[in-house]
């Protein structure tokens, strides 16, 4: 198989997460914590198991560190993320937070000593105009329009996933990549748990246990079946292909989570919550075009 067709599958699937995250958010929990709290629970074991069954030879205090820097910036990003899904579309959100290449690009250059090109910078213009026409909405008067104050939020948790990315580049250059991913992953997990292991996400976990709710099935196909698969999908679509092109090709699951959304949303009206309006849909996707474009093209730098 051609890593393009690879590619293209895992982009797929990772769109779909979005879709069945919010979901979850949408029908079944009324706290935003109890999502983030089953993810860090399910993370923690996963995290032990790839430390415990990997090679310690170049473990360093270092590298550790980074590591867990990493599955810190990877768990606040994610805080913000559920936060702001649970209220808003989930086709406005993610592309914003998947924009953070705008961020990787500058850090790269200020610390690593990697340099941008000109295309590059107005790469990075182009997808924050992607991303501030997907944040924009109509004001309270009903007669203008502002930019979401959620997206300042979605640019915060866009900035954290850049130092996840900055701070795993780091961890494996001296670790391998599984023991690097289980200790981030450790980390992750304890920052989800403390930010999450609350009265309400508790007992509201306790309750869907009881009721044997559906949720649970969602959570578990997404986070096991779904997600898991997607990310092997990129790995090997890394290992079939040029990174630099994967990387920009993998840019577009934001499209693909437009697509689910919307089908779903004609579908079943109010499964998602989504607007589904012609002009709702249109700047939709002119946006996302705008902010794939750019990832893609910084990403081909």
């Known amino acids: 198989m051609s890593w393009i067709a690879v590619t293209l599958l895992s982009a797929a699937l990772i769109g779909l997460i979005g879709v069945l995250d919010k979901a979850f958010l949408h029908h079944f929990a009324r706290s935003y914590r109890t999502l983030p709290l089953l993810i860090g629970l399910a993370h923690a074991p996963i995290g032990i198991v790839f430390i415990a069954t990997s090679n310690w030879d170049d473990l360093t205090v270092g590298a550790v560190g980074w590591s867990l820097l990493a599955g810190i910036f990877w768990a606040l990003n994610a805080i913000v993320l559920f936060r702001v899904m649970a209220k808003r579309e989930v086709s406005r959100t993610l592309p914003v937070v998947q924009s953070f290449p705008i961020f990787v690009a500058p850090i790269a250059v200020i610390f690593l000593g990697e340099h941008l090109r000109l295309l590059d910078w107005f790469a990075i213009v182009v997808t924050v105009l992607g991303a501030v026409m997907i944040s924009m909405r109509a004001n309270d008067s009903g007669r203008g329009i502002v930019v979401d104050r959620a997206f300042y939020q979605l640019l915060g948790g866009s900035l954290l996933l850049a130092g996840m990315s900055i701070a795993s580049k780091q961890a494996v250059e001296t670790l391998p990549v599984f023991l690097a991913h289980g200790i981030r992953s450790v980390g992750f997990a304890v920052v989800l748990l403390a930010f999450t292991f609350r009265a309400e996400p508790v007992n509201e976990l306790g309750e869907m246990i009881r009721q044997r709710s559906p949720a649970l099935g969602i959570f578990g196909a997404n986070e096991f079946l779904v997600a898991n698969t997607g990310m092997l999908l990129s790995l090997w679509a890394i290992s079939l292909g040029p990174v630099s092109l994967v990387t920009a090709l993998a840019a577009t699951s934001s499209l693909f989570l437009l697509v689910y959304s ?20 249109a700047v939709k996707t002119l946006a996302i075009g705008l902010i794939v474009a750019g990832v893609a093209t910084i990403s081909l730098g």
């Open 262 to 281: 919307t089908l779903l949303a004609l579908r079943f009206k109010g499964m998602l919550g989504e607007q589904i309006t012609r002009r709702a849909v």
